[in-house]
């Protein structure tokens, strides 16, 4: 009965062959990503993406015991979405040592972190052996360290700055104690948004490369998408299905992550801040529409820890972490605390009736909190 009600909702919606799909586990369509975004039915959509999120992660929701260290600001790509970035010199502008990025992992010492996350800026003249040692001096710090570091867009600037190949400077860096690489510098693939927001990064096309060749040499990593600034839902749905054929061929994302953008301190300063309906939205579409990514991640940096929560009924089905020390989003007007503790991800964890369970960076289990 119950299971009726929802089944005439979700065909009141103009769902019920999305809903057959789903059931039946087969492939949405690019147009089926588009009828998702416009529905105005929040409900059905979540019902449907929940329904995907059970099927692949039951009720398990994990977390991270992490760090972030964002080793430097300063950036030649100054993109218009971006408040963290910075040039050379200007006020604000700075660069760690190696000292000083070792120290920030030898203070953390005593507790239980699993992962150090580090991004930067494209910095133009930090040398190629900057990257190596940085690794290198934190693994000698901390050896059971999984180092989740670099994007694919500073990946490509790294192998440019030792006059690499792409491949070579993986194996290196590899070989110097990167772990994973993480999410970001996707944006949006799409060459009209790269064009108006980012034309100095690594294109939407040179990005993926740089990822399927992580993979190739056995090193996973994640994706984003920075939603809620000038794209289209059309190109929020491309940008999932290029990500979708690249899993595809490789096998090697394990996490998606819609990123909320944050206007202030941004170029792009009088676009409104997501609302909560968007933030779940993205969450969903990108659960029914990336079959083939293992997770999905309501991060609640940028989220806030509440809609992260809800997520976990839409579809997400990992909170990121601890994160202590995050400086992305709270340059850009973010308003989240620095950090939350194991026991407060637990709670809000627990409080969606989900089951917590702590994980390492590439999703083994630590631990089942029941
Ligand atoms: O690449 C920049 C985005 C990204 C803003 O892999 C902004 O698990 C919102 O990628 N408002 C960096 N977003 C963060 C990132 C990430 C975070 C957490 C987990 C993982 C993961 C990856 O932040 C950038 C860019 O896309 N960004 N400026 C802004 N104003």
Same mark, same amino acid.
């Given at each position: 009965?119950?299971?009726?009600i929802?089944?005439?909702?979700?065909?009141a919606?103009?769902?019920?062959?999305?809903?057959?799909?789903?059931?039946?586990?087969q492939r949405?369509?690019?147009?089926?990503?588009?009828r998702?975004?416009?529905?105005q039915d929040?409900?059905?959509?979540?019902?449907?993406a929940?329904?995907?999120?059970?099927?692949?992660?039951?009720?398990?929701?994990?977390?991270?015991?992490?760090?972030h260290i964002?080793?430097s600001?300063?950036?030649?790509?100054?993109?218009?979405?971006?408040?963290?970035g #910075?040039?050379?010199?200007?006020?604000?502008?700075?660069?760690m040592?190696?000292d000083?990025?070792?120290?920030?992992?030898?203070d953390?010492?005593?507790?239980?972190?699993?992962?150090?996350?580090?991004?930067?800026?494209?910095?133009?003249?930090?040398?190629?052996?900057y990257?190596?040692?940085?690794?290198?001096?934190i693994?000698?710090?901390?050896?059971?360290?999984?180092?989740?570091?670099f994007?694919?867009?500073?990946i490509?600037?790294?192998?440019?700055?030792?006059?690499?190949?792409?491949n070579?400077?993986?194996?290196e860096?590899k070989?110097?104690?990167?772990?994973?690489i993480?999410?970001?510098?996707?944006?949006v693939f799409?060459?009209?948004?790269?064009?108006?927001?980012?034309?100095?990064?690594?294109p939407?096309?040179?990005w993926?490369e740089?990822? #399927?060749?992580?993979?190739?040499?056995?090193?996973?990593?994640?994706?984003?998408?920075?939603?809620?600034?000038i794209e289209?839902?059309?190109?929020r749905?491309?940008?999932m299905?290029?990500?979708?054929e690249?899993?595809?061929?490789?096998?090697?994302?394990?996490c998606?992550i819609p990123?909320?953008?944050?206007?202030?301190?941004?170029?792009?300063e009088?676009?409104?801040?997501?609302?909560g309906?968007?933030?779940?939205?993205?969450?969903?579409?990108?659960?029914?529409?990336l079959?083939?990514?293992?997770h999905?991640?309501?991060?609640?940096v940028?989220l806030g820890?509440?809609?992260?929560q809800l997520a976990?009924?839409?579809?997400?089905?990992?909170?990121?972490?601890?994160?202590?020390?995050?400086k992305?989003?709270h340059?850009?007007?973010?308003?989240?605390?620095?950090?939350?503790?194991?026991?407060?991800i637990e709670?809000?964890?627990k409080?969606?009736?989900?089951?917590?369970?702590e994980?390492?960076?590439v999703?083994?289990?630590?631990?089942?909190?029941?």
């Amino acid at each position: 009965m119950a299971q009726n009600i929802i089944e005439e909702s979700i065909y009141a919606s103009g769902l019920s062959d999305i809903y057959e799909k789903v059931r039946q586990g087969q492939r949405l369509s690019p147009e089926d990503g588009v009828r998702l975004y416009e529905t105005q039915d929040i409900c059905s959509l979540g019902f449907l993406a929940n329904m995907a999120r059970e099927e692949k992660n039951g009720d398990y929701t994990y977390y991270i015991y992490n760090q972030h260290i964002n080793y430097s600001n300063v950036c030649t790509n100054l993109c218009k979405f971006c408040a963290f970035g #910075k040039e050379e010199g200007q006020p604000g502008a700075y660069c760690m040592t190696i000292d000083e990025i070792v120290a920030k992992v030898v203070d953390r010492l005593d507790e239980p972190i699993k992962e150090v996350h580090i991004v930067g800026g494209i910095h133009p003249e930090l040398p190629y052996s900057y990257y190596i040692d940085m690794l290198r001096e934190i693994k000698k710090a901390r050896p059971g360290l999984h180092i989740q570091a670099f994007t694919c867009v500073e990946i490509a600037h790294i192998a440019g700055m030792g006059g690499k190949p792409v491949n070579d400077a993986l194996l290196e860096l590899k070989e110097a104690g990167l772990g994973s690489i993480p999410g970001g510098g996707a944006e949006v693939f799409s060459k009209r948004i790269r064009d108006r927001l980012c034309p100095e990064k690594l294109p939407g096309n040179k990005w993926l490369e740089v990822a #399927k060749m992580a993979h190739r040499l056995g090193i996973s990593s994640n994706a984003t998408m920075l939603y809620g600034h000038i794209e289209t839902i059309e190109e929020r749905i491309e940008h999932m299905v290029e990500l979708r054929e690249a899993q595809d061929e490789t096998g090697g994302f394990m996490c998606f992550i819609p990123l909320a953008f944050h206007p202030k301190n941004t170029a792009l300063e009088d676009v409104a801040p997501t609302s909560g309906i968007n933030d779940i939205k993205n969450i969903a579409v990108a659960r029914l529409m990336l079959d083939n990514f293992p997770h999905i991640k309501a991060y609640w940096v940028m989220l806030g820890p509440k809609v992260a929560q809800l997520a976990l009924s839409f579809g997400a089905d990992d909170m990121d972490g601890t994160v202590l020390e995050e400086k992305i989003t709270h340059m850009a007007g973010g308003r989240t605390s620095q950090s939350l503790s194991n026991r407060e991800i637990e709670y809000l964890i627990k409080s969606a009736g989900r089951i917590p369970v702590e994980r390492d960076s590439v999703y083994n289990v630590i631990k089942v909190i029941s």
